[in-house]
């Protein structure tokens, strides 16, 4: 199975900042199927970002995806007060899926 | 709007059984694969297994595989998972949610716990 390493564990940033997420694969993910989603305490995950960069329906353009082959980073430009969540990412380019095991995000 | 709401969650002691159920409505769902992902109690998400629209292609993942049963009744709009042998470490909320691949809709979860 193809194991999705997220780095860092967490991330102290204040409003304004900028946050990138990393998510690497232990093998590549071909057509950049690869998920990103964000879960607050309580909830289901809120997906954000499908095939590596593109944006899901409602979810704001400081939220942008990049990356292929097994580097793949998500990037929140202007941090607000809502975006403390755990962001997790998942490869959907072979059985059985996988999801990395999340980063959590503070803000200050 | 889409809704995928699941029930069946409870408490179980090890060895024992329990079926869940994810009720779609917003959509048809003979027109989508199908998924069930666990989280345990302040742990990460765990995909456990998948179906397509007509039940011919399953997927499981192998910490599950032989335990429990992913099914559907597209005619219900309904999903199901059947889990048997469980274990302490199966104690998660379990999410159902639309789709392969990724998944714009997902349900409230439901939560099984298993202990004595």
């Known amino acids: 199975e193809i194991v999705l390493t997220q780095s860092p564990g967490t991330l102290s940033l204040s409003p304004g900042d900028r946050a990138t997420l990393s998510c690497r694969a232990s093998?590549?993910?071909?057509?950049?199927?690869l998920a990103w989603y964000q879960q607050k305490p309580g909830q289901a995950p809120r997906l954000l970002i499908y095939?590596?960069?593109s944006r899901a329906t409602g979810i704001p353009d400081r939220f942008s995806g990049s990356g292929s082959g097994t580097d793949f980073t998500l990037t929140v430009s202007r941090l607000e007060p809502e975006d403390s969540a755990v962001y997790y990412c998942q490869q959907y380019h072979r059985s059985p899926r996988t999801f990395g095991q999340g980063t959590k995000v503070e803000i200050k | 709007e889409v809704q995928l709401v699941e029930s069946g969650g409870g408490l179980v002691q090890p060895g024992g059984s329990l079926r869940l159920s994810c009720a779609a409505s917003?959509?048809?769902?003979?027109?989508?694969?199908m998924t069930w992902v666990r989280q345990p109690p302040g742990k990460g998400l765990e995909w456990l297994a998948n179906i397509k629209h007509d039940g011919s292609e399953i997927n499981y993942v192998d910490s599950v595989k032989g335990r429990f049963t992913i099914s559907r009744d597209n005619a219900k709009n309904s999903l199901y998972l059947q889990m048997s042998s469980l274990r302490a470490e199966d104690t998660a909320v379990y999410f159902c949610?639309?789709?392969?691949?990724?998944?714009?809709?997902w349900g409230q979860g439901t939560l099984v716990t298993v202990s004595s």
């Open positions: 917003g959509f048809t769902l003979i027109s989508n694969w």
């Open positions: 093998q590549s993910v071909s057509s950049n199927y």
């Open positions: 949610a639309r789709g392969d691949g990724w998944h714009h809709n």
């Open positions: 095939n590596a960069f």
